[in-house]
């Protein structure tokens, strides 16, 4: 599985992005996708999950203001980033679960990871 993610950039607090993560591979609809984001100086952190139900969770500091989707016809995944803060910026990148184990925030549990993509918020 390879993951591209797009969509970084330079934006104004308050202002909002949205992030695309395109992945190879016929069997898409059945991974679990998740976007983490890893800021200078921090550990990588979990943002938010979708499975292949459609389920979302997202992290207490970006519900309500980030959302995930995924369109399966096209392999991608998307993060759309509204209201954001200075404390968003960071390299935000996707990564996809093939297994089968039940923790969906644990960034240990993604076998499948892209590169990354700088978000930066200015105030």
């Known amino acids: 599985v390879q993951l591209q993610a797009s969509g970084g950039g330079l934006v104004q607090a308050g202002g909002s992005l949205r992030l695309s993560c395109k992945a190879s591979?016929?069997?898409?609809?059945?991974?679990?996708m998740g976007w983490f984001r890893q800021a200078p100086g921090k550990e990588r952190e979990f943002v938010a999950f979708?499975?292949?139900?459609?389920?979302?969770y997202h992290t207490d500091s970006v519900k309500g203001r980030f959302t995930i989707s995924r369109d399966n016809a096209k392999n991608t995944v998307y993060l759309q980033m509204n209201s954001l803060k200075p404390e968003d910026t960071a390299v935000y990148y996707c990564?996809?679960?093939?297994?089968?184990?039940?923790?969906?925030?644990?960034?240990?549990?993604?076998?499948?990871w892209g590169q990354g993509t700088q978000v930066t918020v200015s105030s």
């Open positions: 979708i499975r292949r139900s459609g389920f979302t």
């Open positions: 591979g016929r069997t898409f609809d059945s991974y679990v």
């Open positions: 990564a996809a679960k093939t297994t089968q184990s039940p923790y969906y925030s644990n960034k240990d549990e993604y076998n499948y």
